[in-house]
């Protein structure tokens, strides 16, 4: 079946383009695409070659919105119409039958599902508003550190990035009742931590990070989220742990080696947290859940919208670093 998708090349250069993917059979869902959110740390690390899971071309995205067209005569819980939100479009081919490294394929108007895979699709809670739904992914990965290092109320947690990851972290923390510290070098990105939750914020870009944190908690926090992926940043946010602290890479560093200095950590007798992935179904549910009830106001981060034959572009601005603005951005197919 014909349907347009996002392409990227080996080139790294970006199309709105025809794509073949396969009729969907007995045990697969037909989706028709509404929205998708774009990531900018794992997308663009699988764009420039700090990833990879697959060969060029390839089709990113891996988290979207969309209505049910079609139910195998094999899938139970599902029928047309319904909204689902999902993370899957497994195969997907160029006209000429290329075949296209779907990494997870979701920037497509449509999307071939098989909803028992632990990457597949559920019904979207009423109320959800789509554009907000589409970034699902990025706070739940929020969640899951959360929900692994297991920060307490009135602990305090330094936040250390505030991408759409380090936002999904100050909205978990904010609501578990700790006291949120979130840092970065963009101010805009500040200004809507302090909408989910965030109790201080610190401007990288304009002050001593270490310092202020110490003006806010003497001792160091007690729970620190490394939230930038970059492994330059390691070391700088280890810094601002207290003795007996938990830390937690929640950044995805890439598939090269990283370092960071062992003795402050070990002095400190730090407890360290490795997350990964978005914590399936159960920190999904519970993300989109905060979005449809207003709980988690994630509208507040999307700073860019545009249209699915605009997406090219976007894409090739922040791959150039001319888009240093957009926080959270979603795709209209």
């Known amino acids: 079946m014909h349907a347009r998708a996002l392409i990227c090349d080996a080139h790294q250069r970006f199309s709105y383009t025809d794509v073949i993917l396969p009729d969907p059979g007995s045990e697969q ?3 028709r695409t509404r929205y998708t959110g774009v990531s ?7 764009i420039r070659g700090k990833l990879s899971w697959g060969p060029y071309p390839l089709c990113t995205g891996y988290q979207g919105v969309g209505l049910v067209e079609r139910v195998g005569k094999k899938v139970n819980g599902f029928t047309a119409g319904d909204r689902v939100y999902y993370r899957d479009n497994r195969v997907i081919a160029l006209p000429d039958g290329q075949s296209v490294s779907a990494v997870a394929g979701v920037h497509c108007s449509s999307a071939v599902i098989d909803p028992r895979t632990t990457h597949g699709l559920a019904l979207l809670p009423d109320g959800a508003d789509e554009e907000a739904a589409s970034l699902y992914v990025m706070p739940a990965v929020g969640l899951n550190g959360v929900d692994m290092a297991n920060p307490r109320m009135g602990e305090t947690v330094a936040v250390y990035g505030s991408g759409l990851i380090g936002l999904g972290v100050v909205a978990a923390c904010s609501h578990r009742g700790c006291v949120v510290i979130a840092i970065d070098i963009d101010q805009r990105r500040l200004d809507i931590a302090r909408t989910l939750g965030a109790d201080y914020v610190i401007n990288g870009s304009e002050q001593n990070v270490t310092d202020a944190l110490k003006h806010i ?7 620190v989220f490394e939230a930038t992926g970059i492994p330059a940043c390691i070391d700088p946010a280890i810094a601002l742990c207290k003795t007996h602290g938990k830390f937690i890479l929640q950044g995805n560093y890439g598939a090269e080696p990283i370092s960071y200095h062992f003795l402050p950590p070990h002095g400190k007798r730090l407890t360290m947290f490795y997350p990964c992935d978005d914590g399936f179904a159960s920190c999904r549910r519970a993300v989109l859940k905060n979005i449809a009830r207003g709980v ?3 509208h507040s981060t999307i700073t860019h919208r545009v249209q699915a034959h605009d997406a090219p572009a976007l894409y090739d601005a922040i791959n150039k670093g001319e888009a240093d603005d957009v926080v959270g951005a979603v795709i209209r197919w």
């Open 29 to 31: 869902i037909l989706v």
């Open 40 to 46: 900018i740390g794992t997308e663009f690390a699988l």
């Open 217 to 223: 908690t003497p001792e160091g926090a007690d729970v």
């Open 296 to 298: 988690l106001p994630w």
